[in-house]
């Protein structure tokens, strides 16, 4: 991660810290494309974790829930995640190590061509709630 | 008429199984397999007789408490097991099946089925049912390959070419032609990625030039980097020689079981043991998920994985063992050996770490 990425990366930090204070979701994080080749999008900041194996990932272009945002600049949210099987599209491995059952996540973009640098993810554990669209609402304002 | 009963004749003559009539105790009828069988076997045929009334007799007796048994009555038609000893000493085994053709003349009719024939139909169905497998886990693989080629790399590629025709094109100012260029650079290095994961999965080049253990290593770092669940390689197999075939096989069985554990156990850990004893190498595959109960027909995996079948069959090939330990609770272990000799003509490889 660059020098110049540190103000971002605190920015986001604070983002995930605001959202999970201020809502009841059990866990909130943040994953961010470094700066550097080979521009790993990893999770930088998260809350509410049980554990510790978030940092092992790395997410992948087009596969699982985040991946597929940072693909597509899409929201997604999934409440039947944990059903999904490890080959799914849709398989998330954060939701996995956490025990998330409901997920939301939102793209993170970048002026000028709003490319997708991140993604922002937030979940509820044992089906406390379902996600809908005002949850990507939430979030998407959250980032502005 | 006349017609007809030559064909039952013919039938009852040619049956593949062998079948004898008796009315009191005096052998009416038999058909040529059975005269074959009589003339091969050091055998009385009323001890044949005997064996099945002994038979009708018990699921007649009113003393038994098993008369009238509901699960009696769905028994398929009197099985009797039978070992049969021929003259030269050579054991065979029978099923015999009979049925009381008219109880007022006591005439019953026996049939002989050889169980090895019908050991060796089950065999058959089962390779049948693997070959299918085989071939459906053939076409899926090359449908993934296909699809990641089609979603991830091309359109990579394609968002990279857009993204080179946009500072052909655009009039851009210094900071557009940067975030531009970044983009391209990320692009790359994302399809970059894409192709070397897809090549590991296919097959791992380092395989080849590199052994088994880097091979594994590098196999286990990008499935922790996609799962989140840990991996270990434990590798004490220094100076080890392993043909190329069971190199493959080794792989591909930890592929599959890791995949396996992924997929069905909820795992944290995976670790995968590489070790050399005096006369095998022994590959282990120990997760700390959920565990199954294992059927306790050993044949049968539970059903839980044609794919951990199809490895057996591959394993068994080259003279290995292969066996899975789990239960409930307690996580899996699959563990395969396969022998090893200092002189193997095969080609070679030296494993060093």
Known sequence: ?144 | MLETNKWIQKFFDRSSDALLIFQEDELVLSNQLARELLDQLDLKLTYLLQVARNKIAQQQNVVDNCFNCAILDHMPNHIIPLTLTTKTGQKLHYSITYQVLDEENEVLAIELKSQEALHRANELAQQKQLNQYVNRAYEDERKRISRDLHDSIAQGLYSVRMGIQRIENEKLSSDELQAIAEMVETQLDDTLAEVKGMALEIRPSVLDSFGLVAALKALTKRLQENSGVGFTVINQVNGTHLSDDVKSVLYRVAQEAISNALRHANPTEITIMLVTHPNFISLEVIDDGDGFEINSNKDDYNGHSMGLMNMNERIKALNGTFNIDSALGEGTTVMVRFPITKSNHQKEETINE
């Not at chain 1, 990893?42 to 693909?71: D, F, K, P, S």
């Not at chain 1, 406390?128 to 949850?135: P, S």
Request: with cysteine.
């Open chain 1, 1 to 144: 991660m660059g020098v110049e990425q540190a103000p971002v990366r605190n920015r986001y930090q604070e983002v995930v810290t605001r959202l999970y204070h201020s809502s009841n979701y059990d866990f909130v994080g943040v994953a961010l494309r470094e700066n550097q080749s080979p521009h790993l999008t990893r999770w930088i900041h998260v809350l509410g974790n049980t554990n510790e194996r978030w940092r092992r990932i790395v997410l992948r272009r087009g596969i699982g829930l985040a991946g597929l945002v940072v693909q597509t600049g899409q929201p997604f949210l999934n409440n039947e995640i944990l059903q999904l099987d490890y080959r799914n599209q849709f398989y998330c491995p954060i939701a996995r190590l956490e025990q998330l059952t409901n997920v939301v996540a939102v793209p993170i973009t970048k002026a000028p061509f709003n490319q997708v640098v991140g993604v922002l993810l937030a979940g509820y554990r044992e089906h406390k709630k379902e996600m809908n669209d005002q949850d990507i609402q939430k979030l998407s304002q959250y980032l502005h």
